[in-house]
């Protein structure tokens, strides 16, 4: 008898849920799963959305800014990637002294794209708001490209960009 | 006994798992939820990361764009907001009909806020790469801002941005 008399009230309580705020949108294709903002380069970490916003919490926080460029359906991104969001070394220092944002489209910022467009490539900004030209990888003819094999390049460059500008002027 | 085998193999391979793709990383104050680009203003739309990415999608799919400038600290975004993700027809017509982008910081574009950089407010851009500084709403000394009250009055602004211009020209 209670459980019946609690089961009226949770249907008459969805009802009012419902009244109170209308119907929930659902595309006809089926319900979504939200995008997150890290899109696989690492679920712990906290990313910046945008170019100037990442600039904004490099500056304020004084942390250097690593940038990412990658595109979904290019096998280089997703194979640098899984090794990229899987490194606890990576990912680690990531969140402890640096500011991330990963883009899947170009900024207007020219100094992002020195010697291309291609994917994936990495930048890190000073928090002066200097791109570090000078921190690159290994292949000469894409500067600021990374291999699955790069990692641990990739870790040294890091540590590189964490000697701040202005220290060493 | 097959259920102990069976325990022993699940162990197993679960070692074999944290070898094959490391430690994951898990910051000191906890596990985190990612945050989505969303950002509550609705779960189920496609939004863009950044006002490039958005304006590239307006171009090449032929669909006007909505920019909507919020704050996570700011009770008239947060207000807004609620109204904003479950209008069922709001929603329903973004998904279907527009690009939408939801930002916390200013893009270096300054017909994004001709009159200051209040939050929140709304602008809708057509795929021709012009925003529509005509169309707003009805508080003349902040004229892209809504309060909870003006649902209707932004679904009327979202047909008026539905005529793209190039068809009034």
New interface residues.
């Given amino acids: 008898m209670t459980r019946g008399v609690l089961s009226v009230l949770l249907i008459f309580g969805s009802i009012l849920f419902v009244f109170a705020?209308?119907?929930?949108?659902?595309?006809k294709t089926g319900?979504?799963i939200?995008?997150?903002?890290?899109r696989g380069w690492?679920?712990?970490l906290?990313?910046a959305?945008?170019?100037?916003?990442a600039l904004?919490w490099s500056r304020t926080r004084n942390k250097p800014l690593m940038v990412v460029f990658h595109l979904a359906d290019c096998p280089h991104s997703q194979a640098f990637k899984k090794i990229f969001a899987?490194?606890?070394d990576i990912?680690?220092t990531l969140?402890e002294d640096f500011i991330v944002l990963n883009?899947?489209?170009?900024?207007?910022d020219k100094n992002l794209s020195p010697d291309g467009q291609y994917v994936p490539r990495i930048f890190f900004v000073d928090p002066s708001m200097t791109v570090r030209a000078d921190i690159s990888g290994r292949y000469s003819n894409r500067l600021y490209a990374y291999e699955p094999t790069d990692e641990k390049l990739l870790r040294e460059n890091m540590e590189k960009a964490k000697k701040l500008l202005k220290q060493e002027l």
Same sequence: chains 1, 2.
């Fill in positions: 705020t209308g119907k929930p949108y659902i595309p319900k979504r939200p995008e997150t903002l890290s690492g679920d712990q906290i990313w959305q945008t170019y100037e916003e904004y899987n490194s606890y990912q680690k969140d883009l899947m489209y170009e900024t207007t």
